[in-house]
């Protein structure tokens, strides 16, 4: 799977909408504050990637051997069967929760917890997804950035 999307927060997520859906009344950029966004993280409620720069990437999907270098390795739950994987700023906030557009696409996912792998190379962001019995939980210190 390859899509292109752009963002102006110099992030792409990867989540499960209902993992989130305690956050959908919150305020737009409530995930702009550091510690909530690492609090969601080491939940292991969603993959917040921060990459070098606000601009266009290209995202995709590759097999987790394929990841072998990868930039960081995180667990993500997923209890609604799909993923949302795109910009930054569709993460669910203000009564509204992400949408397959402009480039945004969402995942299909057997229910569980995953094992990602994700790397950003120029102005590639690639991520892997594979099951895993790792309780679904992180333990990050500071936020997840991507790129080599």
């Given at each position: 799977m390859r899509t292109t999307v752009t963002t102006d927060t110099a992030?792409?997520?990867l989540f499960d909408p209902e993992c989130m859906r305690h956050r959908l009344n919150e305020d737009a950029d409530w995930w702009s504050l550091p510690q909530e966004e690492l609090l969601e993280v080491n939940r292991a409620n969603a993959a917040f990637m921060n990459v070098s720069a606000d601009?266009?990437?290209?995202?995709e999907v590759a097999a987790?051997?394929?990841l072998g270098d990868a930039d960081?390795?995180?667990v993500v739950r997923n209890t609604s069967g799909r993923f949302f994987f795109g910009a930054g700023e569709m993460m669910?906030?203000?009564g509204l929760e992400p949408e397959a557009e402009y480039g945004n696409v969402f995942l299909d996912a057997v229910p569980g917890s995953y094992l990602v792998r994700a790397r950003q190379r120029g102005?590639?962001?690639?991520?892997s997804l594979t099951p895993t019995t790792l309780d679904a939980s992180n333990s990050f210190g500071d936020?997840?950035?991507?790129?080599a």
């Open positions: 992030t792409i997520v601009g266009r990437y290209e995202l987790h051997e394929e960081v390795e995180l669910s906030s203000a102005g590639t962001v690639t991520v936020l997840v950035r991507l790129g």
